[in-house]
C-alpha cells in the first residue's frame, strides 16, 4: 500500500463494522422467533460464518492500527502538531514575502523603457 492511502484504501481498511453486524444478525436469526440454538453449536455452519466474519473483522482492524501507525506525525502530541504547523506556516509567510521582494527587484520587471 502506498505511504499516503487514498480515501477508497482508508474507507475499505476502517468498514469492517456492516459486515460483522450482517453476520451477528444471521447468527441470532429473527428476533421475533426464539433462538435457535442448534446455530450456537461450535460446528453449526452459520458460528463458521460468524467465525469468518470475525476473523475478516481482526484483519481489517490490523490493517488500519498499521495505517495509523504509519502516518506521518502520529507519534507527535497535539501541541507539537501545533507548533509545527505553526513553523510551517511563518515560513510560507516568509518566502511569500520574499517572493514579492524579488519580484520587485528591476530584473523582474517588465516595464518597456
Known amino acids: 500500500m502506498s505511504s499516503n492511502p487514498t480515501s ?3 474507507q475499505a481498511a476502517f468498514d469492517f463494522l456492516p459486515s460483522l453486524i450482517a453476520a451477528l444478525h444471521k447468527l441470532s436469526g429473527d428476533p421475533t422467533r426464539a ?3 442448534d446455530a450456537l453449536r461450535p460446528d453449526s455452519a452459520e458460528m463458521g460464518e460468524f467465525r469468518t466474519a470475525i476473523e475478516a473483522a481482526k ?4 490493517a488500519a492500527q498499521q495505517m495509523v501507525a504509519a502516518m506521518p506525525g502520529i507519534e507527535l502530541t497535539q501541541q507539537q502538531q501545533d507548533a509545527q504547523l505553526r513553523e510551517c506556516e511563518r515560513e510560507l509567510q516568509e518566502k511569500r514575502e520574499q517572493l514579492d521582494k524579488y519580484r520587485k527587484l528591476p530584473i523582474f520587471s517588465h516595464s518597456n523603457s
Do not use: A, P, R, Y
Request: aromatic share 0%.
Open 8 to 10: 477508497d484504501e482508508l
Open 35 to 37: 433462538i435457535n440454538l
Open 59 to 62: 484483519l481489517k482492524v490490523v
